[in-house]
């Protein structure tokens, strides 16, 4: 700010910002009487930005997507579980029940052999049918996954 020449309205000594709005009095910075007077701008109101919606419109409102990835891994870790997110409490429970079923048989002779099949089918079932369920519920809500 030393390289600007003085305004010509500006008293000795004092510097300029360098949009010449401001003057510097040697204590603070004080509007500059001598500025140019700036031109109005008319408002103008921003354009929305189109993004992807978080939620999608129903009959009733909003709606949220289910994701099959996320019922996926959930009914990993507890079959059937991924099914009741999905809004399926009737095949859930009962994927969760017959699984609670085939591990509580597996303490037994009999159990090994009807429990460790029933067991894994009905592991296999759940992760199917909670990948399948999200896409479903999808579906009948009107989102494309």
Known sequence: MSDQPPEAGAPPGSQVSPDGLWLWNGA?????PSAPAQA????????PTPYAPLAYPAAGGYVAP????????VSFFL???GSLMNGDT?????????????V?????IIG????IPLGLAMFIWGLIDAYQGAQRWNRRHGIIS
């Open 40 to 47: 109005l701008v008319p408002f103008s109101r921003p354009v």
């Open 112 to 115: 090994l052999i009807v429990g």
């Open 90 to 102: 009737g095949i859930g429970i009962t994927i969760l029940l017959l699984w609670i079923l085939s």
């Open 104 to 108: 509580i048989l597996d303490f037994t």
């Open 28 to 32: 603070a910075w004080v509007a500059n």
């Open 79 to 81: 079959p059937g579980v």
């Open 66 to 73: 289910k994701s099959p990835g996320v019922s996926l891994i």
